[in-house]
């Protein structure tokens, strides 16, 4: 899955495609360069960002998924915590609602996804966006996260998505210390398995690596980590890999898998 960021803060790209030309030239090229899915968003989540409208992400959002899904016949994912986005995006032309919030910002999310119908990404986050980094806390953040995971895959299913058109994601970065999110990356596994859903990682140029390299400040330098965290992820189960440099983590994500023994 490769990164499609329309704003003007997100934390590695931001306003680099806010122009929808350019966001979806920058899409088109991340097809090309192998990316399967596009993650299209018009907020950016990281921590500090300052909420957007519906109407303001909309404006952002709607003509790049129309010019994308124009141009090209990959699965285009609408990242959005608010449900009337995700119902005009799949309008537009998504394929897939990502939902950072798990279906808990608005009271009607869940009924919204199950009558669109589409795939839905739950995933965990421990606070809001603008707070989650402050101090982070758990007691025990696998089962605290799987517990979680589990209950808003509960309330999908029951305002009536079909499970198998659920994916769970452990959120890395969000309300997490570096212990937090290397924990839940081990525990992967566990995670889909407790859920009985496959999982989404989105590990890509996460400040989590500046604190294993200190020399990774700033978003560009964390390649090599986010190869390392893909390959990871892939080999713990990961079904879906959000990624900014999909180019080098498909090569990546090829190379591991021939150098494994045959299945
Ligand atoms: N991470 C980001 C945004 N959306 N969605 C899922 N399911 N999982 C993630 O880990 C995830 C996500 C943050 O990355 P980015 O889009 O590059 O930045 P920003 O939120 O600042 O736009």
């Not at 990356?185 to 990682?201: K, T, Y």
């Not at 560009?220 to 992820?233: E, K």
Request: glycine share 10%; net charge neutral.
């Amino acid at each position: 899955m490769g990164v499609v960021n329309v704003t003007p803060d997100s934390f590695s790209d931001g306003g680099r495609f806010l122009a929808a030309s350019r966001a979806r030239d920058h899409a088109l090229r991340l097809v090309e360069d192998g990316a399967d899915i596009l993650d299209i968003g018009g907020e950016s989540t990281r921590h500090g960002a300052e909420p957007v409208s519906g109407e303001a992400e909309l404006d952002r959002v709607g003509p790049v998924i129309e010019a994308v899904r124009a141009g090209s016949d990959a699965f285009l994912s609408i990242d959005t915590m608010k449900p009337a986005v995700a119902r005009a995006a799949v309008a537009a032309g998504a394929d897939v609602w990502n939902d950072v919030s798990a279906l808990r910002h608005e009271p009607d999310s869940p009924a919204v996804a199950a009558a669109i119908g589409a795939p839905v990404v739950l995933m965990h986050m421990q606070g809001a966006p603008r707070t989650m980094q402050g101090d982070p806390r758990y007691g025990d953040v696998v089962e605290e996260v799987g517990a979680f995971l589990h209950a808003r895959v509960e309330a999908a299913a029951a305002a009536g998505l079909a499970r198998a058109r659920i994916l769970i994601d452990p959120g890395v970065g969000f309300g997490k210390t570096l212990a937090h999110n290397l924990a839940l990356l081990r525990a992967l596994p566990a995670l889909s398995a407790r859920c009985g859903r496959p999982a989404l990682v989105g590990a890509s140029r996460k400040r989590f690596i500046a604190a294993i390299d200190e020399r990774a400040r700033d978003a560009s330098d964390r390649i090599g980590g986010s190869l390392a965290a893909a390959l990871f992820a892939a080999r713990q189960g990961a079904r879906v890999i959000r990624v900014h440099d999909v180019r080098e983590t498909v090569q990546a994500l090829r190379v591991q898998a021939a150098m494994e023994p045959a299945a």
